[in-house]
């Protein structure tokens, strides 16, 4: 079956510009995930979904940053006016619920450069 | 911070050998997943050990944990070319729900 797909697989932008991040979980998956990697460090949490619920947004680093998620399915991450430090790679991913006791499904990523 | 700490952050044997990694993290957790990352790839999970238990095998893979020393390690048998990837121990604290809290990985290279 599917696994979880993100668009675009590389971005390169502007300094300044905004980007639109795309995520496509698993079908039946309602916990969604981003995360960001820098270069040789471990992920970082952003955001997470769940249902319908509020979403937590305790890890995103400041208010350039926002996402959204459509239908309980499909996840689009937001940085506006992007500033070099934000390269990084963008992970998304899914698990059935929110149950702490299951394992997340990861996409390939999205490798973010901004000149 | 509450993030786990692998050790070492390199490592490097020869095919054939057993790769023990390691990872420590600071608060009372509910469960540590372990998760692979190939190059310019996603990451794939290996194993989850809960807090209440102390050892669990899958393949080549055995994990332990020891909630005393707020430590796991991973142990990988018989090592293969292919096992050469990132790993990563991430850990759902306690009260956090499913969120998951990453080290910063091990690079383990095996040569064949």
């Known amino acids: 079956g599917a696994g979880v797909s993100q668009s675009p697989s590389n971005k390169v932008t502007e300094k300044g510009k905004d980007v639109e991040l795309r995520c496509d979980p698993i079908?039946?998956?309602?916990?969604l995930y981003w995360y960001r990697q820098s270069l040789g460090q471990g992920l970082e949490f952003l955001i997470y979904f769940q249902g319908n619920s509020a979403p937590d947004k305790s890890g995103l680093p400041s208010d350039r940053f926002s996402a959204e998620r459509t239908g309980g399915s499909v996840s689009t991450l937001t940085i506006q006016r992007t500033q070099q430090e934000d390269s990084a790679v963008y992970l998304c991913?899914?698990?059935?619920?929110?149950?702490?006791?299951?394992?997340?499904?990861f996409g390939p990523g999205t490798r973010l450069t901004v000149l | 911070s509450q993030q786990g700490e692998e050790d070492p952050q390199a490592l490097s044997i020869q095919e054939g050998e057993n790769a023990t990694m390691n990872c420590s993290y600071k608060t009372s957790i509910n469960n540590l997943q372990w998760y692979r990352q190939n190059s310019g790839r996603g990451l794939v999970h290996l194993i989850l050990?809960?807090?209440?238990?102390r050892e669990k095998h899958s393949g080549r893979l055995r994990v332990t944990l020891d909630t005393s020393k707020k430590s796991s390690s991973l142990l990988i048998t018989a090592s293969r070319a292919a096992d050469t990837a990132s790993y990563f121990c991430a850990t759902v604290f306690t009260g956090a729900n499913s969120k998951l809290t990453f080290g910063k990985g091990i690079t383990l290279s095996v040569r064949p």
């Open positions: 050990i809960r807090s209440n238990e």
């Open positions: 991913a899914s698990s059935l619920t929110r149950v702490a006791l299951l394992e997340q499904f």
């Open positions: 079908s039946g998956h309602t916990a």
